[in-house]
């Protein structure tokens, strides 16, 4: 079933551009011009994500955030023309899963939706209670931020559990460096970056040495991927 996104914006030309670029990639779209109709929206549709505008009328972005962190969990995606860095750190204090500042490249927003939308809901397979996944003999807790191998933890880096998680949530799939390193990094991806290269390489010795077979692997001229057990 395709999700549903709310796109809170009281700018009509770029609501449009978003309802329209979303739209086009098999999203379902409601939209709203400000805080105060969004909450409406949200309480009469199942809402999977909120691509929401800081600066509107009536009731801002950082308020309409901070009201629904109170009662939701589902991803946000913050946009602005602010360009502060403060103002990104408030966004993402009051409850904003990722950030995009105007005037921002269309593209770039239907990637990071569409990262949002991945982790926070497609799994390879139902996740056990509390949303743990199991890949033979791997346990990997979310919640905990937490990998073990036969009940010991591996001691692996923020970065290179998000990469874990990411690749393992969707096993079978093949991700390219572009795709990892702004799922998790969050950041605009440059072709000689090799940060995600690295993080793989300390990633998969970790791995490999404590199961003693190769978890993650290389598809060459594409990206990795993890392999469903």
């Not at 809402?47 to 801002?60: A, G, R, S």
């Not at 950030?99 to 593209?107: E, R």
């Not at 990892?180 to 995600?196: C, G, L, M, R």
């Amino acid at each position: 079933m395709s999700k549903q996104i709310l796109i809170v914006d009281d700018d009509q030309d770029i609501a449009n551009l978003i309802n329209y670029s979303l739209k086009n990639e098999g999203f379902n779209t409601i939209m709203a011009s400000n805080g105060v109709e969004a909450m409406k929206q949200l309480e009469q549709h199942p809402i999977d994500l909120i691509v929401l505008d800081v600066m509107m009328p009536e009731m801002n972005g950082l308020e309409l955030c901070q009201t629904v962190r109170r009662s939701h969990s589902l991803p946000i995606l913050m946009i602005s023309a602010k360009s502060e860095g403060m103002d990104k750190i408030t966004g993402i204090m009051t409850g904003a899963d990722d950030y995009v500042i105007k005037p921002f490249n269309i593209l770039e927003l239907v990637v990071r939706v569409k990262a949002l939308v991945r982790r926070a809901y497609y799994y390879h397979g139902a996740p056990k209670e509390g949303g743990i996944l199991e890949l033979g003999d791997l346990t990997i807790d979310k919640k905990k931020y937490q990998a073990r191998v036969h009940g010991n933890e591996l001691k692996l880096t923020s970065k290179e559990f998000d990469i874990l998680y990411l690749l393992a949530s969707q096993a079978g799939q093949v991700f390219d460096s572009e795709t990892i390193f702004q799922s998790v990094w969050k950041e605009k991806y440059y072709d000689s970056n090799n940060t995600v290269m690295v993080h793989i390489s300390n990633l998969r010795d970790k791995l490999e040495k404590a199961l003693g077979y190769k978890v993650i692997q290389t598809v060459w001229g594409v990206g990795y991927k993890i392999e469903s057990v």
